[in-house]
């Protein structure tokens, strides 16, 4: 299984997964032919692509949709009610025939079903926000931004200063008739009318199964609670239906376990992080136990493989 970051940032998001002959998008938040020109540095031919996912209805992860869907025949898929908010805030144009999913549902491409996608949805402040896990049969990559705060990530940094000034770095496919899709209900996934029934490990459980892995690791709080945003906007950052920091990030990757190869760490905010902050903090509680990358908000990662 092969992964690249395209871009990850507040500016646009992409990345290209491929395993067992089936290269997918996740999120379209690039223009096409950015898209395009950023996966030909790699040889990839945009044709080439089964399909593209969206995670959730903001623009920097739907903006490209409709382009990629007109312009190179891409099918995309999409949630309804992600669908609904984003054609009408973005105007992404028309679209043919619309693949739509459930969160909670496992999304099979390939001849044989060689490649599933498992969705999960996320407390993210959208209208139907998804994270979602890749799996081959043989690998396990997951693919977690924009995912906000379950109880756990809550309850693991209580005292360690979420929501004051108190946290310090040092803390620490195949095109038509070839192309089979199924899907599976498998798993429910986060409501907030529902979230009491979730264990207290809701990302913990999911990254426990990963051999790889794309997060967010958005900011550092002591660069947000000093920097430029306002009061209300940096309550919307850090609250249940933000972004993690580096100090929460760091942690669900240290509860992982011995599976994970490596993290690759993106969506960095511009104003309130810097890579030399995501990594010191996330050397510091890791201790090295596993690789570490970063995802550019400018341009693509380099080619990662498990």
């Excluded at 950023?38 to 920097?60: A, M, N, P, T, Y």
């Excluded at 491409?109 to 949805?121: A, H, I, L, P, Q």
Aim: neutral net charge; aromatic residues 8%.
């Amino acid at each position: 299984m092969k992964m690249i970051s395209l871009q990850s940032g507040s500016n646009g998001n992409c990345t290209f997964v491929e395993s067992c002959g089936v290269r997918l998008l996740f999120d379209a938040g690039l223009t096409g032919d950015t898209t395009a020109r950023r996966l030909e540095k790699f040889g990839i031919e945009i044709q080439s692509i089964s399909g593209v996912l969206i995670s959730h209805d903001h623009i920097d992860h739907v903006k490209g949709a409709g382009v990629l869907h007109r312009k190179f025949n891409l099918p995309i898929w999409i949630t309804q009610k992600t669908y609904e908010r984003a054609a009408w805030q973005h105007r992404l144009g028309r679209f043919g025939d619309l693949n739509f999913f459930k969160s909670g549902e496992r999304i099979v491409f390939g001849k044989s079903s060689e490649v599933s996608v498992e969705t999960f949805s996320t407390p993210h402040d959208a209208v139907d926000g998804v994270c979602f896990v890749v799996d081959d049969g043989l690998k396990r990559l997951g693919i977690m931004t924009d995912l906000g705060r379950t109880k756990s990530i809550a309850t693991s940094i209580r005292g360690v200063g979420v929501g004051d000034n108190s946290e310090s770095r040092n803390l620490s496919v195949v095109k038509g008739a070839e192309l089979s899709v199924s899907r599976q209900r498998f798993f429910e996934g986060f409501r907030e009318s529902r979230f009491s029934e979730y264990a207290e490990d809701y990302y913990e459980r999911i990254i426990l199964t990963l051999d790889g892995l794309l997060i967010e690791s958005n900011f550092d709080i002591e660069m947000l609670s000093g920097g430029s945003y306002t009061p209300e906007l940096q309550e919307r950052i850090r609250g249940r239906g933000g972004h993690l920091s580096n100090l929460e990030t760091a942690r669900l990757i240290k509860a992982s376990g011995k599976k994970l190869r490596w993290a690759c760490l993106g969506h960095i905010s511009k104003e309130n992080n810097t890579h030399d902050v995501v990594l010191e903090t996330h050397r510091e509680i890791l201790n090295s136990k596993i690789p570490l990358s970063i995802a550019s908000r400018y341009d693509t990662s380099e080619l990662l493989e498990l």
